[in-house]
């Protein structure tokens, strides 16, 4: 790092400068925005004189920021409270219990995590409508009732809804820490005389700590950004977040962009406090450390007779997460369309067919969305997955100055809801003179951003696996280091960089509210063109649709599975 020809010195301002232009730019327009009484793109809108604190003073007017608050504040802390109880429960089944069909329950899972979440929120409203919910008619029909029993279009049904669609997460999150724990501590408290119980309370629970931190907040964050649910239960509820604020201040006549920035400002402030607070609670981590080079296996409970009911419980909880939500879209893409949506009897048996799939494979708008997605996904997990693969080579294996700097600038999307992430971009090329807004490379730029968060713990954990010795022993022998990082570095990285690429591909299909925000006609994505289609009330195609969809995301999975399979990645 003598000289500033230096290609490493290079390398590092440029890709700091990719990320500073994909995150931190985009975030300070926004803030600005927020406190200007100036639209993005006005001559005027940098100007100085634009300064006000109006946009603030018209969210906290009348009242209604609190009761949006309100309903955020309950809506994400209940989902967050009975997706962590449930998935705790499954990952506790799994990996700590000899509880039967444990593979079977975590590969229901993984299926599970693929599912978009629109199309779980869609598959409830199927069973839980007051008027059409199949749970509903089955119950009134058995039990004599003469009204239905359950409501999706309320606030408890949102968070049902959510937590069954952030289930998944919890369980590989919590899986992951009860597998890593060296199971003696827990045996010399046992030994000593205490019980289950306390063990649990007093060894285990302790020990998992960090991990129980970052599972509540990111899963919280998950339900302060979430869209889906709020949007299509939430409003007919009359339950308004701040992200369904959002979205109807710039997707509304009038627009208020104004008003949008400061929501989209707040709830980035609040999540941000999160992620602070999970770092200043686990500021300690050495005193968490429960993995030693001792070889260990996770000690298992034997449940005895009991284990079969933990098992039925499971499989209950599956059903309610995975399985009923696939019948009843299933049902719906074979109901005839242009007919509404019927719950599940066996007079409207007869009336099956295939027409919404023919319909489907005709649709303009399914077509143009399948390949949109299919170019974004490919391209955004291709470019995040390179250019991360750089920084985290750059943090983690060289000693330029800066590099934790960089390394906090490209984990700090996972603090920063997809909707303000929308916002920001909209703000973004919406006042500087660059022609992207209005095409497809807004939404490109938008999903590198979105993803570099993950991605970047993904490569950074890979990246620290790889010993220095081999990238030393190629430099003796001739090569430049650049050569050495292509030949060497890149070759051992393949697992961790297919894991990465899965990751942002699977996610850039399943991608809603963020897109919401900047898409324009011509440029929809799966996920835009399934909300938009259920807006106009074409059920049976939303529903073959989302069959397809569901379809291509296990198509993707398993082919990946097999991919890496051929790089070794292997369970041992």
């Not at 705790?88 to 079977?104: D, G, S």
């Not at 509903?136 to 029993?149: K, Q, T, V, Y």
């Not at 309610?320 to 109901?335: D, K, N, Q, V």
Request: charge should be positive; charged fraction near 15%.
């Amino acid at each position: 790092m003598r000289g500033s020809r230096d290609p490493r010195k290079i390398i590092f301002i440029a890709v700091a400068a990719i990320l500073v232009w994909q995150i931190a730019i985009p975030l300070a327009i926004l803030l600005w925005g927020s406190v200007s009484d100036s639209r993005p793109g006005a001559g005027d809108f940098f100007s100085v004189t634009s300064f006000t604190l109006d946009n603030f003073a018209r969210a906290v007017e009348g009242g209604r920021t609190t009761d949006v608050l309100i309903n955020t504040t309950i809506f994400a802390t209940g989902t967050t409270a009975l997706a962590f109880v449930l998935g705790t429960y499954l990952a506790w089944v799994v990996e700590r219990t000899n509880t039967p069909f444990r593979a079977f329950i975590t590969i229901m899972m993984i299926l599970r995590l693929i599912l978009p979440g629109i199309l779980t929120t869609i598959s409830w409203i199927f069973l839980a409508s007051p008027r059409v919910g199949t749970l509903n008619h089955w119950a009134m029909d058995i039990f004599g009732l003469s009204e239905p029993p359950l409501n999706i279009y309320s606030m408890a049904g949102m968070i049902w809804v959510e937590a069954m669609d952030i289930l998944p997460l919890v369980f590989l999150l919590m899986g992951a820490a009860l597998r890593s724990m060296d199971p003696s501590l827990e045996e010399a408290s046992l030994v000593s005389g205490k019980g289950l119980l306390r063990t649990t309370s007093r060894i285990t629970l302790p020990l998992i700590l960090p991990a129980i931190l970052a599972t509540i907040i990111l899963v919280l964050i998950r339900g302060i950004e979430t869209f889906e649910t709020p949007a299509l239960i939430g409003i007919p509820a009359q339950k308004f977040t701040f992200v369904v604020e959002i979205w109807r201040q710039t997707s509304t006549t009038p627009t208020d962009f104004g008003l949008a920035a400061v929501y989209a400002v707040l709830i980035l402030a609040f999540c941000s406090c999160l992620l602070w607070l999970y770092n200043r609670m686990t500021r300690h981590a050495d005193m968490f450390a429960v993995i030693s080079g001792k070889a260990f296996r996770p000690r298992r409970t034997d449940l005895g007779g009991m284990r079969w009911v933990t098992c039925g419980a499971s499989m209950v909880i599956i059903m309610f997460s995975l399985g009923l939500p696939m019948i009843i879209l299933l049902w719906a893409s074979f109901y005839p369309p242009y007919r509404g949506f019927q719950p599940i009897t066996m007079d409207a048996v007869p009336l099956l067919s295939w027409d919404n799939y023919r319909e489907v494979l005709d649709n303009d708008l399914v077509q143009r969305a399948f390949v949109n997605s299919t170019f974004l996904g490919l391209t955004s997990a291709t470019v995040t997955v390179l250019l991360i693969t750089v920084v985290a080579w750059i943090t983690v294996k060289t000693k330029i100055r800066g590099r934790k700097w960089l390394d906090h600038l490209a984990f700090a999307p996972i603090a920063i809801p997809a909707i303000t992430m929308g916002v920001a971009f909209l703000w973004l090329y919406l006042t500087l003179p660059i022609p992207v807004y209005g095409t497809i490379w807004i939404l490109l730029l938008l999903y590198i951003a979105r993803f570099t968060a993950v991605a970047m713990r993904i490569m950074s954990a890979s990246m620290t696996q790889v010993n220095d010795e081999l990238h030393e022993a190629a430099e003796v022998a001739g090569a430049s280091w650049l050569r050495s990082f292509r030949t060497v570095t890149m070759p051992l990285l393949r697992p961790g960089m297919l894991a990465a690429w899965i990751f942002v591909l699977v996610h850039a299909y399943r991608e809603l509210s963020a897109s919401l925000i900047v898409y324009s006609h011509g440029n929809e994505p799966i996920g835009v063109a399934i909300f938009d289609i259920w807006e106009n009330g074409s059920y049976g195609l939303l529903s073959a649709f989302g069959i397809l969809v569901v379809l291509a995301l296990v198509f993707f999975s398993i082919v990946a599975r097999v991919v890496s399979g051929r790089y070794g990645v292997k369970d041992e």
